[in-house]
């Protein structure tokens, strides 16, 4: 059975950094794509970044580009979010995802994930 497990969530002030970790049991992230979404109250779920099978690839929205990065570790098997220059409107719970049906490159897509973590919050007052 495959479960993520976020951490490293909490509150931050603007302008700060945060390093979000997904660890994954029952499976091996090199195995697959991974990405991190976000949901904050009363929105829709939002794409905030994504690597490929071998970590080669990542994709970023504009909204998160240049402040965020993604990244695995084989090793730990382990993915991450640094976050940098955070700002209020990142305040979110953040998901881990792994995207096993992805076999080349990326997905923003939340269909094509098949498996989530339960969340962590993130706050980012002004």
């Known amino acids: 059975q495959v479960q993520l497990t976020e951490s490293g969530g909490g509150r931050v002030q603007a302008g700060g950094s945060l390093r979000l970790s997904c660890t994954a049991s029952?499976?091996?992230?090199?195995?697959?794509?991974m990405g991190w979404f976000r949901q904050a109250p009363g929105k829709e779920r939002e794409f905030v970044a994504a690597?490929?099978?071998?970590?080669?690839?990542?994709y970023y929205p504009d909204s998160v580009k240049g402040r965020f990065t993604i990244s695995k570790d084989g090793a730990q098997n382990t993915v991450y979010v640094q976050m940098n220059s955070l700002e209020p409107e990142d305040t979110a719970v953040y998901f881990c995802?792994?995207?096993?049906?992805?076999?080349?490159?990326?997905?923003?897509?939340?269909?094509?994930?098949?498996?989530w973590g339960q969340g962590t919050q993130v706050t980012v007052s002004s």
């Open positions: 029952g499976t091996t992230i090199t195995n697959w794509a």
């Open positions: 690597i490929s099978r071998s970590g080669g690839i990542t």
């Open positions: 995802a792994a995207a096993p049906r992805v076999r080349t490159g990326v997905s923003s897509l939340a269909r094509e994930y098949d498996h």
